[in-house]
T-cell receptor
Framework: KAGVTQTPRYLIKTRGQQVTLSCSPI?????VSWYQQTPGQGLQFLFE???????NKGNFPGRFSGRQFSNSRSEMNVSTLELGDSALYLC??????????FGEGSWLTVV | GENVEQHPSTLSVQEGDSAVIKCTYS??????FPWYKQELGKGPQLIID?????GEKKDQRIAVTLNKTAKHFSLHITETQPEDSAVYFC????????????FGQGTTLQVKP
């Protein structure tokens, strides 16, 4: 069974640009959550989706948004990028048993 | 809000020794406690988890204990090997059926051969 797949793995953007990251959950998982990981703040919850609906949202500005499609795939978008948005963005999927599995992440560098 | 404290931040042991990492959570409603191992350049990998109705769980060289009264849970790794070297994160969830986890700050474990 394939794990959580995230694309792209690495990307570099310029301040003010926007970025879209993609996530394909484990087959059969209908829920997806997103996290930001930085050396200073650690792992922080961004938001989660179930059946195309956002269920929970973390304490991040409105520049961070996401969506989920009918096939459970998810995207997150960050607009008007700031240097502080440089981070590893992790997607996780989970099943009804609440076991949460993470992907390898997308490394975003903002210059 | 919910908070998870993790100690120590770094831990160095000799190969074959045991390693213990401790976490404390603030919200007594927390009911799910996973542990993740993260190697350099990779995403967190689930290594073991425990739910609030269980006091202890073991999987080969790894065990987790939970003390709900003290709001404290620990990861125990026995017979450590160099490949156990990584960053370990504890986490807690206050809701059922959710992908929202509150993470500890992480422990960098170094196993010296």
């Amino acid at each position: 069974k394939a794990g959580v797949t995230q694309t792209p793995r690495y990307l570099i953007k310029t301040r003010g640009q926007q970025v879209t990251l993609s996530c394909s959950p484990i087959s059969g998982h209908r829920s997806v959550s997103w996290y930001q990981q930085t050396p200073g703040q650690g792992l922080q919850f961004l938001f989660e989706y179930f059946s195309e609906t956002q269920r929970n949202k973390g304490n991040f500005p409105g520049r961070f948004s996401g969506r989920q499609f009918s096939n459970s795939r998810s995207e997150m978008n960050v607009s008007t990028l700031e240097l502080g948005d440089s981070a590893l963005y992790l997607c996780a999927s989970w099943d009804s048993g609440n076991t949460i599995y993470f992907g390898e992440g997308s490394w975003l560098t903002v210059v | 809000g919910e908070n998870v404290e993790q100690h120590p931040s770094t831990l160095s042991v000799q190969e074959g020794d045991s390693a213990v990492i401790k976490c404390t959570y603030s919200d007594s409603a927390s009911n799910y406690f996973p542990w993740y191992k993260q190697e350099l350049g990779k995403g967190p990998q689930l290594i073991i988890d425990i739910r609030s109705n269980v006091g202890e769980k073991k999987d080969q060289r790894i065990a987790v204990t939970l003390n709900k009264t003290a709001k404290h849970f620990s990861l125990h790794i026995t017979e450590t090997q160099p490949e156990d070297s990584a960053v370990y994160f504890c986490a807690a969830s206050v809701m059922s059926n959710t992908g929202k986890l509150i993470f500890g700050q992480g422990t960098t474990l170094q196993v010296k051969p």
